[in-house]
């Protein structure tokens, strides 16, 4: 167990890390950020910030000496790097990190857990793709396998015609077949040091552009009805990898069950709601857990929750809507909105 006065080291300082050192502050923890880019909303509210590029070995050393446990808060840290932390001091493990890291591995994973995934290929070269699409049929998306997040490295394909005149990127892809959902969710847990699970409500969650828009509770009936058998997948991923800390797994609901879309190894966007709508957030439950502390209650504090993100120019509206009933007010510490960057949230919880 990590005393109080411990310090507990971040590898990543966006507004993940932002929300999670506010939350270790709040359990007498300090927190050490590490982090390539000085200007990071993490850097504001944590008590030391190292920045240095991802492949400095010394600095990451140093960082690691300084620290009582480590933990990331974006997926994309580079393996090497998160390797270089002691495995006994860093919570999720980097296996978890690597699995997340690559969409393809990701779906294999959750496929040997008794997941479906959509369908999907392994694409290098135009033939991979067309062969990839023959198989699983157009409408698809294809990804890149590393590095996307929030609807970036994405080209949806209607026809093999597109498919054909697409230039591909140089990186690793992956084709989807297009999953024809009902609605979308994730499920969120939280895993101790003891293997103890819990989870949150599932949240219906609607994505803009690839960017989520907005996580609501309670979720719509077809959802509700699939959360027992997501939850029991998310399960037995976290047994699988050991896993300590929160995990997220987000899901599109169809009528043939729950399809495994992806799963963050951290605090995901789609648990911001609970900070205010459930007894213990997703940000204490993962210091609690890495910290080796006892889990908190993960209820619902009232039955409806809204969480809605502000996005790009959605920040000049922050005022008006601080203006709403019940509504709270999370700001990332952004200065610049640029068009599709997630520059803070609100959310309102009532009876
Ligand atoms: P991702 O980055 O893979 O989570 O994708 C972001 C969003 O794009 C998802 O939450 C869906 O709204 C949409 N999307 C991604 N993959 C698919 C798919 N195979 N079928 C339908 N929609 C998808």
Redesign the pocket.
């Known amino acids: 167990m990590i005393a109080a006065g411990g310090t507990i080291g971040i590898l990543g300082g966006g507004q993940l890390g932002r929300m999670l050192t506010m939350a270790a502050a709040q359990l007498g923890y300090r927190c050490h950020t590490f982090d390539p880019n000085a200007d990071s909303g993490a850097a504001d509210v944590c008590a030391e910030f190292t920045s240095a590029p991802w492949a400095d070995r010394n600095a990451l050393a140093r960082f690691a000496e300084e620290c009582d446990v480590v933990t990331y808060e974006f997926e994309n840290v580079p393996l090497g790097a998160a390797r270089t932390i002691p495995a006994d001091k860093l919570f999720p493990s980097a296996r978890a990190l690597e699995i997340a890291q690559d969409?393809l591995h990701e779906k294999a994973f959750a496929e040997d857990q008794g997941g479906r995934p959509?369908p999907?290929a392994q694409v290098d070269s135009l033939d991979d793709l067309m062969t990839a699409v023959g198989r699983i049929g157009a409408?698809?998306?294809l990804?890149t396998r590393r590095d996307?997040?929030?609807?970036?490295?994405?080209w949806r394909i209607d026809s093999e015609r597109e498919a054909e005149a697409l230039r591909l990127p140089s990186s690793s892809l992956i084709y989807?077949?297009?999953?024809?959902?009902a609605a979308?969710f994730s499920v969120i847990l939280v895993r101790g040091q003891d293997g103890e699970v819990r989870f949150w409500d599932s949240a219906q969650?609607?994505?803009n552009?690839?960017?989520?828009a907005t996580s609501c509770l309670p979720p719509a009936s077809v959802i509700a009805a699939q959360i027992p058998a997501a939850r029991a997948l998310a399960e037995r991923i976290a047994a699988a990898l050991g896993y300590v800390g929160v995990l997220s797994c987000?899901f599109?609901a169809t009528e043939h069950g729950p399809?495994f879309?992806?799963m963050a190894p951290r605090v995901h966007n789609s648990g911001h709601w609970t900070i205010e709508g459930a007894v213990t957030s997703q940000f204490e439950n993962h210091v609690r857990a890495i910290c080796g502390l006892p889990l908190g209650d993960t209820a619902l504090v009232l039955p409806n929750v809204q969480m809605t993100n502000l996005i790009g120019n959605d920040v000049n509206r922050a005022n008006e809507l601080l203006g709403t009933p019940g509504m709270h007010l999370h700001l990332y510490g952004k200065s610049e909105a640029r068009e599709g960057r997630k520059m803070g949230h609100v959310t309102r919880v009532w009876a």
Not at 148 to 154: A, I, R
């Open positions: 969409r959509a999907y409408p698809g998306i990804k996307g997040y929030d609807g970036k490295g994405q989807e077949g297009f999953v024809r959902f979308e969650n609607v994505h552009d690839g960017i989520l987000e599109f399809v879309n992806e």
